[in-house]
């Protein structure tokens, strides 16, 4: 995967986090739960655990490489 110029590592983890929020949403909206109760619960799951803390930590562990 080929870096854009000037950090291509942090807009490709924009990319992908406003592709989560977008995805997530839309799925709330036909589900028909608050979004934001959704988003709660699974930040406290396992697997939200994990994808928070790639978010989080991807841009200086380099785990956020493809």
């Known amino acids: ?11 490709k ?3 992908w986090s406003l592709g989560v929020f977008v995805f997530w949403g839309a799925l ?7 979004f934001w109760h959704q988003f709660v619960m699974a930040g406290f799951s396992p697997l939200g655990a994990m994808i928070w ?9 380099g785990m956020g490489r493809a």
């Open 53 to 61: 803390l790639r978010i989080f930590t991807g841009t200086w562990t």
């Open 1 to 11: 995967m080929q870096l854009q110029r000037g950090g291509g590592m942090n807009w």
């Open 28 to 34: 709330c909206l036909i589900q028909g739960h608050p």
């Open 13 to 15: 983890l924009v990319r």
